[in-house]
């Protein structure tokens, strides 16, 4: 007989009821902790954002776990309602892969920093995305080390001055969305604190992706680096700055929809809409095409690398790809061996394969 | 000249070579073999850590010691009967553990001018020729042209010949001890028969060539007969430690009804933990071979946090990278399973050599105080029911546990009387109930039972959703408390649940000797053998000590602080430079007496017994 475990027995006897599920509201996945960010923190807006998204995931709340590493966005879990753990630095991504290995029928969130993720837990981040586990993975990026009391990370931009780094920061900043495209991420997506809209729907769309999906939202720390992201935040600069990508849309932003990027070869281009080119010359997007969501992500340094030109910042799923996720890959691999590697036997595996008789 | 038929009650044998040359399978082999004609065994495979290490030098050299009797055989012995040396590095090394008057079976074609040379002999020197081993019976034997005799009929490559003079020595050791070929020609059919049955039919046939050689040539004048162990009755198998651990695991997992998942990260000597679980995924075990060895215990915890067993499996330096997160499970009272099979240290040390040198990290080796459960084994086969304990206790209280093994016992080997599993207990664990209704109050996941035991709260049980974290949290509710009192309370408690683990484990008893006495002589893991083999021997010598062995340290078992107290002498035998001797004078206040060493290698039997000697006769001068 095939071995059917607690925990087997435990997932079919407690499976939610999917049809009849409570009519959750988003308060009711606010614990009954107090908020202790910063007045005028940006996580307040994210954690209002996934409170409010909660409810639209067709999910139990017992179902749903929030683990976390270290640094002020990672006091989140304590202020959902669900499952969760605040667990240690950097390590949320291996926590929550053995997490959701061992229980497939979970829906786990990965709730990050750019300290946490980018620097101490780089390592995991990205073998996280490689692997595919499907889990989803907020990183909230703040520029800035925020908990520490404001040390420059490794998001900073080059020349920050920082209580660590007053003559100016000299490290090169990471570039997290390229850098989850090169650990062959399956979903790769950018979302602000000030377009909580916006950020509401990046939230669905990851936990709509099978496999990890990596959102990076900007988030102020209006303590220690005020206005980080004001370029696409504030509404006056934001249609210039920022671009939002649709799928199958072309690339079109500006203050009156009047700018475009299209594509020359690989080499993008901004234009501007009007006698010489149109809608039609322009770049549309696709979600699945994986060079041209690097070349997006590359869209990143104030001007592009080899290019006089400045591009708008993309929002928006850059990438998403359908890709056999890992925590599949396991179980299907112990279902065969149940399948086919007949009676899991306790016995015959202590008695092994030689023996002797002592009278 | 007839040959003669000898009957011994034990023989040590030890295999060397190059790296390449296959000693460890011949070993293993020739263990097997023995392991069936029913005699007690240990084995001690030795080998460098470099994969190919460079050629025919005694860096490169690669033994497996192997000691089988006819009575209880608790070591792989200090000094060897028969030495096989395959090249000249292999003697040049093994030498001194080569008893006087011992064998030297010599491959003669590894003692030519080359391989002399890369052993560093001066030039023109063979030690087979100029009369420094007229102490010795040596045996010299040109393998190489015997093999390439053997196979002349054969259309079979150099390399391959090369590859199959292990086998010759193998075959003509089974002549020289009377044991039988069909275990080994059958293992030989298995693992080649099928892709490539010429080098099958290649290695059987230099196995054989190998036995006749022994019964046609007239080097042997006698042939040695060990006869079968008087051991329990019972059927047995051989077994290593790792393999032993492996099995514990399974076990363990199948008589509790729980998942197993492990997540470890590759080191020596401790891979073959996950080898060997990586092949048991129809018992419910995940393996899950991580990118660092910190993700490694992450994901054993994060496993944990589901309802899993979370095992971890590593050595020291993986074990200190690991820290943190062995204290996040320790906050978070989690079980946890984390197996430490040591090597000699500090740093990267030296990875194939043994030592117990990782006790205090154990027990100390985290920030803040953070208590958790040490079990040991004490041999290759005790650590199936070590890991089985080890399984045990985190379940039943909700707490990591280290299992430490060692190099020694994880390589070496034994005759194991293995268990049914139904004559196994039955190990229980009950998850948190689902809560339903309107105006529940919000879950407490850090109430406790009277041993302090949080209950196991799982995510999917409606009504129970809480949050856990690394920070102080407060009992009960489990929020976060930065309360000072809190903070003593919750350190308080947390120590308190892992010494209440001692209402749960065996008391220590005497493993030889008597109740009170003169000396006592207390052990913890692989030492075990040795340690019983000299108590043994010094009471025979009609010396008043006796030997208890330790495999609970952390908490120790509730009467062992009585027990110490009813002899004059403690002494505290170690591999390492101190360790559970300083546990145990912190904790009892018992002048206990550090016998230590520290060289990679188990202590030998009159090693230990003379060192023994010397601590009781060193309280004895300073007393006069």
């Known amino acids: 007989m095939s071995v059917q475990t607690v925990i087997d027995d435990f997932i079919i006897k407690n499976a939610a009821d999917l049809d009849n599920l409570p009519e959750y509201s988003g308060k009711e996945f606010a614990s009954d902790q107090d908020v202790r960010w910063c007045p005028g923190c940006g996580d307040y807006t994210i954690l209002k954002q996934v409170q409010n998204a909660m409810p639209e995931l067709g999910l139990a709340k017992k179902d749903i776990v929030f683990i976390s590493g270290i640094g002020c966005s990672s006091r989140f879990p304590y202020y959902m309602d669900t499952f969760g753990m605040h667990s240690i630095h950097g390590r949320a991504p291996a926590i929550a892969t053995g997490l959701k290995v061992s229980r497939s029928d979970l829906s786990v969130w990965i709730i990050t920093g750019d300290g946490d993720s980018l620097s101490i837990g780089a390592n995991h981040f990205a073998q996280l995305l490689r692997r595919n586990v499907n889990v989803n993975l907020l990183l909230f990026n703040n520029q800035i080390y925020g908990l520490t009391k404001g040390q420059y990370s490794p998001a900073s931009p080059e020349g920050s001055v920082t209580k660590s780094s007053p003559y100016g920061s000299i490290d090169h900043p990471f570039n997290p969305l390229a850098f989850s495209l090169g650990a062959n991420g399956t979903f790769v997506a950018r979302a602000m604190d000030r377009d909580p809209k916006h950020l509401k729907e990046m939230i669905l769309r990851s936990h709509q992706h099978n496999g990890a999906s990596m959102l990076e939202i900007y988030q102020n720390c209006v303590v220690f680096n005020d206005g980080a992201f004001e370029l696409f935040t504030d509404k006056k600069s934001r249609p210039t700055e920022a671009i939002y990508l649709e799928d199958g849309e072309p690339l079109i932003f500006g203050k009156d929809k009047n700018k475009g990027i299209r594509l020359d070869g690989l080499r993008p281009e901004v234009v501007e809409l009007g006698d010489q080119f149109s809608k039609d010359d322009l770049w549309v997007h696709d979600e699945k095409d994986q060079t041209k969501a690097y070349l997006l992500s590359r869209f990143f340094e104030q001007n592009a690398a080899g290019s006089e030109e400045h591009f708008p910042r993309p929002f928006g799923v850059l990438y998403a790809e359908d890709k056999q996720t890992y925590d599949d890959g396991v179980n299907m691999q112990i279902a065969h061996a149940k399948e086919t590697q007949g009676e899991a036997d306790l016995d015959a595996l202590l008695e092994g394969n030689e023996t002797w008789e002592v009278k | ?624």
């Open chain 2, 1 to 624: 000249m007839s040959i003669k038929d000898q009957v011994r009650e034990e023989v040590t044998i030890r295999f060397a070579g190059d790296s390449g040359d296959g000693m460890q399978l011949t070993g293993s082999l020739f263990t097997n073999t023995t392991a069936l004609q029913g005699n007690d065994l240990r084995t001690l495979p030795e080998f460098p850590a470099e994969i190919r290490a460079p050629q025919g030098t005694v860096a490169g050299v690669s033994s497996f010691q192997l000691k089988f009797g006819s009575n209880e055989v608790l070591t792989p012995g200090d000094e060897c009967d028969v030495l096989v040396a395959m090249n000249s590095a292999a003697l040049k090394a093994n030498l001194s553990l080569l008893k006087k008057g011992g064998i030297i079976i010599a491959n003669t074609a590894g003692f030519d001018k080359k391989n002399l040379s890369l052993a560093r002999y001066p030039d023109g020197v063979n030690p087979l020729d100029d009369g420094s081993l007229d102490n010795y019976t040596l045996i010299r034997i040109d393998v190489n042209r015997l093999v390439k005799e053997a196979l002349s009929e054969m259309d079979i490559s150099y390399k391959d010949q090369e590859r199959s003079k292990n086998m010759f020595v193998l075959g003509l050791l089974y002549w020289m001890y009377n044991r039988p070929m069909e275990s080994t020609i059958s293992f030989l059919e298995k693992k080649f028969g099928a892709k490539k049955p010429e080098i099958a039919e290649a290695n059987v046939k230099v196995l054989k060539a190998g036995y006749f050689f022994g019964e046609t040539t007239e080097i042997f004048s006698s042939r040695v007969t060990v006869k079968q162990a008087d051991l329990e009755s019972g059927t047995y198998r051989n077994i290593t430690g790792n393999e032993a651990i492996v099995l514990g695991m399974v076990a363990a997992a199948r008589k509790s009804n729980m998942p197993m998942f492990l997540g470890t990260y590759p080191i020596t000597p401790a891979s073959d933990v996950l080898h060997g679980l990586a092949k048991h995924k129809k018992f419910g075990i995940t393996t899950f071979q991580a990118e660092d060895e910190i993700a490694a215990v992450a994901s054993a915890i994060g496993a944990s946090f589901g309802g899993s067993i979370g095992v971890t499996s590593s050595s020291g330096p993986g074990i200190a990278l690991k820290g943190e997160a062995i204290g996040l499970a320790v906050m978070l009272e989690l079980p946890l399973i984390v197996i430490n099979v040591q090597r000699a240290g500090p740093s990267t040390g030296m990875p194939t050599k043994t030592e117990q040198a990782d006790l205090m990290q154990a027990v100390y080796g985290r920030n803040g105080e953070s208590p958790l459960v040490v079990v040991a084994p004490q041999s290759p086969a005790d650590c199936f029911m070590a890991a089985f304990d080890a399984v045990r206790v985190a379940l039943e209280h909700m707490i990591p546990v280290m299992l430490l093994s060692d190099g020694y016992i994880a390589n070496g080997s034994e005759p194991w009387k293995f268990p049914k599993s139904n004559d196994l207990p039955q190990i229980n664990v009950e998850f948190a109930k689902a809560r339903s209704g309107d105006d529940l109050e919000p879950y407490k996941p850090y109430n406790r039972d009277e041993r302090l035991v949080r209950k196991w709260a799982i995510p999917g049980t409606e009504g129970i959703e809480h949050r856990v974290g690394g920070l102080e949290k407060e009992d009960g509710t489990g929020n976060v408390s930065y309360d000072p009192d809190n903070h003593q309370k919750m350190t308080d408690i947390r120590r308190d649940k892992r010494n209440l683990v001692a209402e749960n484990i065996p008391l220590q008893e005497i493993d030889q000797g008597t109740e009170s006495g003169e000396v006592l002589v207390v052990g913890w893991g692989g030492t075990y053998g040795t340690i019983r083999t000299v108590v043994h021997q010094l009471r025979k010598e009609g010396m008043d000590v006796s030997h208890a062995h330790l495999r609970f340290i952390n908490p120790f078992p509730k009467n062992f602080g009585e027990m110490l107290s009813k002899y004059d002498q403690v002494i505290v035998p170690e591999i390492n430079d101190g360790q559970l001797v300083r546990l145990i004078r912190s904790e009892f206040m018992v002048p206990a007496k550090a016998v230590n060493k520290v060289k990679g290698r188990p202590f030998g039997v009159s090693e230990l017994k003379e060192m023994i000697k010397a601590a009781i006769e060193e309280k004895v001068a300073s007393e006069s």
